[in-house]
């Protein structure tokens, strides 16, 4: 994951303090790519230690079609939480009354993930994100494209349209008023030598905490849909577009640079027949030695 390294190194040494939607501010690229060659083992950040099952549950969430956060609640998934916890606290009057990220906020927080966990009606009021990547992805203006995907890779292998887009223009004001629009935004898939490769374009980058996320679960879906088409994995490549570090991050990014990383996992999956038969039990990640967590709040 050296790659991983250089690209923190390169926006701290080249890159532009910009201002952004949440205020926190940035330091900012324009414009990466990283590569990650899928055989040389499953490319999870070991400079820092990352949560594999959130990666998993979330992505299963994703493939399912699902947009409401009681899923991943129930399954101690908390990467989601603070956007449709945000949109509560605007819809009910609190949000002028508590300071984000303050005692009371996180309090409210914790009250807010119980209720979407218990409160069946709570949760389909304010646990949905509106129609995110899940969404699009099982049924863009009623396409299920990731269905149409692996028809195509089986079918036709050398073609050229093998492509999920999330970014849905009709759809986007509605997702910005529950959350946020799709920042990982299209990826394609590419057969070659019998081995399945992925790009994705990601419009924004939140290179400390989500980047390692993103990576991972785009890797691990390229390894899914590779078993379930017969092909062995390629690459997983990654294009960025606005490619940056939260200047609350900074000192978090110091603690990472100085760690040397380890050698990548492996991971093992059950063999099936279609990629929405898969269950969490069918993921095995196989020496897994990275350094300590490394705490950061999100920019909401």
Not at 54 to 68: K, M, S, V, Y
Not at 203 to 214: E, I, K, Q
Not at 275 to 281: G, I, W
Request: hydrophobic letters at 35%; glycine letters at 6%.
């Amino acid at each position: 994951m050296e790659q991983y390294l250089d690209l923190l190194k390169e926006i701290k040494t080249q890159g532009t303090k910009k201002e952004d939607r949440t205020g926190t501010g940035t330091i900012s690229i324009f414009g990466h790519q990283m590569r990650f060659n899928l055989q040389d083992g499953f490319p999870l950040v070991t400079t820092k230690k990352v949560n594999f099952d959130a990666i998993l549950h979330e992505l299963l969430w994703f493939i399912n079609g699902d947009t409401n956060i009681r899923y991943l609640v129930k399954n101690k998934v908390n990467i989601w939480n603070e956007w449709p916890f945000q949109s509560w606290l605007e819809k009910t009057g609190q949000a002028n009354k508590i300071t984000m990220h303050s005692s009371e906020w996180k309090a409210k927080l914790s009250e807010f993930i119980e209720l979407i966990k218990e409160d069946d009606k709570f949760s389909e009021q304010y646990g949905d994100l509106g129609p995110v990547y899940g969404k699009q992805w099982r049924d863009f203006e009623g396409i299920d494209q990731l269905s149409q995907v692996i028809e195509d890779i089986k079918s036709n292998p050398n073609s050229r349209r093998h492509i999920v887009s999330a970014w849905n223009p009709k759809e986007i004001p509605i997702m910005i008023k529950s959350g946020l629009p799709p920042c990982h935004t299209l990826f394609q898939f590419y057969v070659n030598e019998n081995k399945l490769s992925c790009q994705l374009y990601q419009r924004s980058a939140d290179v400390f905490l989500g980047v390692p996320y993103n990576i991972a679960s785009y890797g691990l879906l390229t390894c899914m849909i590779a078993s379930v088409t017969g092909l062995e994995t390629g690459e997983f490549v990654h294009s960025l577009g606005d490619t940056h570090i939260y200047l609350n991050h900074l000192d978090q990014v110091e603690e990472q640079l100085s760690r040397e990383p380890h050698i990548l996992p492996k991971l093992r999956i059950n063999k099936k027949d279609s990629l929405f038969d898969y269950r969490y039990e069918d993921f095995e990640l196989l020496n897994y030695d990275s350094h300590p967590f490394i705490s950061a709040p999100i920019a909401v």
